[in-house]
């Protein structure tokens, strides 16, 4: 009997792990036919639990695990494949899918945001409002309840790796250990030597991600239910994939709590600069999502060159390095990958590596010991990234993106001295924050931006300092607990409105707004927030696609305003920049009475003949007296520059020598396929699929044997084709 087992060839970051950060996700397991897999069944109408096992108890290998009545109407199953596609033919299944895999993606940040104002204010208890009687849920790595800073919020938890009520983070002997849930709680309500967003709010643990910071979609859909059981008012997850699609099981679980009255915050992702790469969770229309800005930093530049010719390079601190605070000029030497023999030349230079083979801690340790004053590691891929070291060095470490590494390394070459610059920074987006839009729905993510940047919080050994948008997330989730104390009547839609509607729009270095799927609303003011008496819901609009094939497009959109003001309010919208093409139909200037709300429809009148852009965004203003409110929208001119194809997965099929696939096809394709090539030459092998006119969503396939190719390795180009573009992912497999 062959085996096939995915090898998968990239490397996946998750900040906040007490391991370097070039951490690999093991590789699927070899499944044999008579071993089981587990999957989530979504059912059509609400069943009993007694139905449901009525169903399940027809195919002998399937076994029931979870029944999820309030996170989805549905349950998880294990057993053979084989019986699970018979399972999806029976009348009450909506659809069956595969769990996929999650991973965990303050100080100075808090007043920045005016978290430490709003506390010295009260509530209409008279008492200040620090998030005190807020549930406020964590489902993450777990966390440690006995850290000086967090034992007096810890209320409760749950377990849905182990499967007890000890929510404790992963430690080292057991696994590879975590601290990510622990910090993610700190910027929360950390009450100690360190005070989070909201110090008296209670924490509740669900521990859904374990060693590595790795769970899949049965754990987190069990934490979610939990969640909705134990009735919390918040719910923070900083986790995600890399699949941007709004139809996933826990993009609409969590549009599930919301509807159930949970205002559910997520973290937007760390595959930024590019679009698209927002991923689920993110993707839910209702939850609040939430990408990374900086909050006020002195930031360190490499300058080479002089005039014309000169070059600065932004240096990103490594989570646990020792601080960047090198003053004089010096010389860069190259210094490949950090092993010891490529490091004859250190001594007394700065020392640029390239990252891959090597752990961080690896490199810099290798640096240390070759007399280096600094190590700076430039990435293997595209774009920028997130590293961290287990421990801290004596020397300081940095990471720049790939394309900086390239050209510092031709620098390098020329033996000419480096010298640094410190900047103020601040309301930056981080390069590392995922973008929008999402696929298939055009929605506006992420929602609004909180500072991701260099967060100082609790983690199990005592503080330290990380970075990426699973940080930003729990600052708004703080920030909901300190909204919901002030106003305890609100719904989620009024606290995302609140947020969204008081929220800065950041501006670039060129002075241009950041695009609204970029940044959403902006950078949240907490402060204001508490105060908003002006509420919109949506607080964004995506007018969606333009499907008309000739002639002129109209969209309309409906916007509830409510004044939960003590007097009459008078509103307008201000008439934006003219742009070519685009017509706007706002209301006639209105009035709201306090405590009342007002229903006002927004046209917007496309010829697309007259347009360039693919996609059309920006921000509308509804004018309040002196308060001016922004509210980001979307258009999308034609079949935009989306990935075709994403979530690739692969593994054995239950029949002996089959396989199975799934990927993700956002829009469908006019043509898909899987190819194979020799890993040794690189000819052609064959394909293992491929197919035409494949209708959008998740595409899952069983493959016969005779399709295989013979026992080897091979390189995997899948690609998906539409509207003109197509786009690949690049793996290996090995059959035996």
Same mark, same amino acid.
């Given at each position: 009997m062959r085996k096939i087992v995915l090898l998968l060839s990239f490397l996946l970051i998750i900040p906040g792990t007490c391991k370097s950060a070039d951490i690999r996700i093991p590789p699927l397991p070899k499944i044999s036919p008579l071993e089981k897999t587990t999957a989530i069944v979504a059912l059509k109408e609400p069943a009993s639990q007694s139905s449901i096992y009525k169903i399940v108890e027809k195919y002998p290998s399937l076994r029931v695990r979870y029944v999820y009545q309030y996170a989805l109407s549905g349950f998880s199953v294990s057993g053979k494949m084989q019986e699970l596609d018979k399972l999806k033919k029976e009348q009450p299944i909506y659809y069956v899918s595969q769990v996929s895999y999650y991973h965990s993606d303050v100080e100075g940040s808090i007043p920045f945001i005016g978290a430490d104002k709003i506390r010295n204010q009260f509530d209409k208890k008279q008492q200040r409002i620090t998030g005190k009687g807020i549930k406020v849920g964590v489902i993450d790595t777990?966390?440690?309840?006995?850290?000086?800073?967090?034992?007096?919020?810890?209320?409760?938890?749950?377990?849905?790796?182990?499967?007890?009520?000890?929510?404790?983070?992963?430690?080292?002997?057991?696994?590879?250990?975590?601290?990510?849930?622990?910090?993610?709680?700190?910027?929360?309500?950390?009450?100690?030597?360190?005070?989070?967003? %909201?110090?008296? %709010?209670?924490?509740? %643990?669900?521990? %859904?991600l374990g060693p590595g910071g790795v769970g899949n979609t049965e754990q987190v859909l069990a934490a979610i239910e939990a969640a909705i059981k134990d009735k919390v008012?918040?719910?923070?997850?900083?986790?995600? *994939?890399?699949?941007?699609?709004?139809?996933?099981?826990?993009?609409?679980?969590?549009?599930?709590?919301?509807?159930?009255?949970?205002?559910?915050?997520?973290?937007?992702?760390?595959?930024?600069?590019?679009?698209? #790469?927002?991923?689920?969770?993110?993707?839910?229309?209702?939850?609040?999502?939430?990408?990374?800005?900086?909050?006020?930093?002195?930031?360190?530049?490499?300058?080479?060159?002089?005039?014309?010719?000169?070059?600065?390079?932004?240096?990103?601190?490594?989570?646990?390095?020792?601080?960047?605070?090198?003053?004089?000029?010096?010389?860069?030497?190259?210094?490949?990958?950090?092993?010891?023999?490529?490091?004859?030349?250190?001594?007394?230079?700065?020392?640029?590596?390239?990252?891959?083979?090597? #752990?961080?801690?690896?490199?810099?340790?290798n640096a240390e010991k070759a007399g280096a004053k600094g190590v700076i590691i430039y990435n293997n891929t595209k774009g920028g990234f997130i590293g961290s070291l287990e421990e801290q060095k004596i020397i300081p470490a940095v990471s720049i993106d790939k394309n900086s590494g390239e050209a510092l390394r031709e620098l390098s070459k020329k033996n000419e001295d480096v010298r640094f610059v410190y900047k103020k920074e601040k309301d930056k987006l981080a390069d590392f924050s995922s973008r929008g839009p999402v696929t298939v729905s055009w929605g506006i993510k992420p929602d609004i931006l909180a500072p991701g940047v260099a967060i100082t919080s609790t983690v199990p050994s005592g503080y330290l300092a990380l970075q990426g948008t699973s940080m930003a997330a729990p600052h708004v989730a703080g920030a909901c607990a300190l909204i919901l104390q002030a106003h305890p009547n609100w719904t989620p839609e009024q606290v995302k409105s609140a947020l969204m509607s008081t929220s800065k729009p950041l501006i670039k270095d060129n002075k241009e707004l950041y695009r609204t799927y970029e940044q959403g609303a902006g950078r949240i003011q907490i402060e204001k927030a508490v105060k908003a008496d002006s509420l919109l819901v949506p607080g964004s609009l995506s007018f969606g696609i333009y499907e008309n094939k000739e002639g002129i497009d109209e969209h309309l959109e409906t916007v509830t305003i409510e004044n939960e003001g003590k007097t009459l309010k008078h509103?307008?919208?201000?008439?934006?920049?003219?742009?070519?093409?685009?017509?706007?139909?706002?209301?006639?200037?209105?009035?709201?009475?306090?405590?009342?709300?007002?229903?006002? #429809?927004?046209?917007?009148?496309? *010829?697309?003949?007259?347009?360039?852009?693919?996609?059309?965004?920006?921000?509308?203003?509804?004018?309040?007296?002196?308060?001016?409110?922004?509210?980001?929208?979307?258009?999308?001119?034609?079949?935009? *520059?989306?990935?075709?194809?994403?979530?690739?997965?692969?593994?054995?099929g239950d029949k002996a020598g089959s396989y199975r696939y799934e990927m993700y096809l956002p829009r469908g394709a006019e043509e898909y396929g899987i190819a194979l090539y020799n890993e040794d030459n690189l000819h052609f092998a064959g394909f293992l699929d491929w197919g035409r006119n494949s209708t959008g969503g998740l595409l899952k396939k069983e493959i016969p044997k005779e399709k295989l190719p013979p026992k080897g390795v091979y390189k995997v180009i899948v690609f998906a084709k539409k509207s003109g573009k197509e786009d690949r992912i690049n793996t290996m497999i090995q059959i035996e």
């Amino acid at each position: 009997m062959r085996k096939i087992v995915l090898l998968l060839s990239f490397l996946l970051i998750i900040p906040g792990t007490c391991k370097s950060a070039d951490i690999r996700i093991p590789p699927l397991p070899k499944i044999s036919p008579l071993e089981k897999t587990t999957a989530i069944v979504a059912l059509k109408e609400p069943a009993s639990q007694s139905s449901i096992y009525k169903i399940v108890e027809k195919y002998p290998s399937l076994r029931v695990r979870y029944v999820y009545q309030y996170a989805l109407s549905g349950f998880s199953v294990s057993g053979k494949m084989q019986e699970l596609d018979k399972l999806k033919k029976e009348q009450p299944i909506y659809y069956v899918s595969q769990v996929s895999y999650y991973h965990s993606d303050v100080e100075g940040s808090i007043p920045f945001i005016g978290a430490d104002k709003i506390r010295n204010q009260f509530d209409k208890k008279q008492q200040r409002i620090t998030g005190k009687g807020i549930k406020v849920g964590v489902i993450d790595t777990g966390i440690d309840y006995n850290h000086p800073d967090l034992k007096r919020v810890y209320q409760f938890g749950r377990d849905f790796v182990d499967g007890d009520n000890d929510p404790m983070e992963t430690t080292g002997p057991n696994g590879i250990a975590t601290l990510h849930g622990t910090h993610v709680a700190g910027i929360i309500a950390a009450n100690g030597k360190m005070k989070g967003v %909201a110090p008296e %709010a209670d924490l509740f %643990a669900y521990r %859904a991600l374990g060693p590595g910071g790795v769970g899949n979609t049965e754990q987190v859909l069990a934490a979610i239910e939990a969640a909705i059981k134990d009735k919390v008012d918040v719910l923070n997850l900083s986790l995600g *994939n890399n699949v941007n699609g709004p139809d996933l099981p826990i993009s609409q679980a969590l549009d599930k709590a919301v509807e159930q009255g949970i205002v559910a915050v997520t973290s937007n992702g760390n595959s930024g600069p590019d679009v698209w #790469t927002v991923g689920s969770p993110g993707t839910a229309e209702k939850a609040i999502s939430v990408g990374a800005s900086t909050p006020p930093l002195q930031v360190p530049y490499l300058v080479a060159g002089l005039g014309a010719g000169k070059k600065e390079i932004r240096l990103m601190p490594l989570h646990g390095a020792r601080e960047w605070n090198l003053s004089f000029s010096g010389e860069v030497t190259y210094g490949g990958l950090g092993r010891i023999k490529e490091l004859k030349h250190a001594s007394g230079k700065i020392v640029l590596l390239k990252r891959g083979k090597l #752990t961080f801690d690896e490199k810099v340790e290798n640096a240390e010991k070759a007399g280096a004053k600094g190590v700076i590691i430039y990435n293997n891929t595209k774009g920028g990234f997130i590293g961290s070291l287990e421990e801290q060095k004596i020397i300081p470490a940095v990471s720049i993106d790939k394309n900086s590494g390239e050209a510092l390394r031709e620098l390098s070459k020329k033996n000419e001295d480096v010298r640094f610059v410190y900047k103020k920074e601040k309301d930056k987006l981080a390069d590392f924050s995922s973008r929008g839009p999402v696929t298939v729905s055009w929605g506006i993510k992420p929602d609004i931006l909180a500072p991701g940047v260099a967060i100082t919080s609790t983690v199990p050994s005592g503080y330290l300092a990380l970075q990426g948008t699973s940080m930003a997330a729990p600052h708004v989730a703080g920030a909901c607990a300190l909204i919901l104390q002030a106003h305890p009547n609100w719904t989620p839609e009024q606290v995302k409105s609140a947020l969204m509607s008081t929220s800065k729009p950041l501006i670039k270095d060129n002075k241009e707004l950041y695009r609204t799927y970029e940044q959403g609303a902006g950078r949240i003011q907490i402060e204001k927030a508490v105060k908003a008496d002006s509420l919109l819901v949506p607080g964004s609009l995506s007018f969606g696609i333009y499907e008309n094939k000739e002639g002129i497009d109209e969209h309309l959109e409906t916007v509830t305003i409510e004044n939960e003001g003590k007097t009459l309010k008078h509103y307008s919208f201000a008439i934006p920049k003219r742009e070519q093409g685009i017509t706007w139909k706002f209301p006639s200037p209105f009035t709201v009475k306090p405590g009342e709300q007002k229903q006002i #429809t927004i046209g917007l009148q496309v *010829n697309p003949n007259e347009m360039d852009k693919g996609i059309y965004d920006g921000y509308l203003t509804l004018l309040e007296g002196t308060n001016r409110i922004s509210l980001p929208f979307l258009y999308v001119k034609e079949e935009p *520059n989306y990935p075709r194809v994403m979530g690739f997965d692969f593994g054995a099929g239950d029949k002996a020598g089959s396989y199975r696939y799934e990927m993700y096809l956002p829009r469908g394709a006019e043509e898909y396929g899987i190819a194979l090539y020799n890993e040794d030459n690189l000819h052609f092998a064959g394909f293992l699929d491929w197919g035409r006119n494949s209708t959008g969503g998740l595409l899952k396939k069983e493959i016969p044997k005779e399709k295989l190719p013979p026992k080897g390795v091979y390189k995997v180009i899948v690609f998906a084709k539409k509207s003109g573009k197509e786009d690949r992912i690049n793996t290996m497999i090995q059959i035996e």
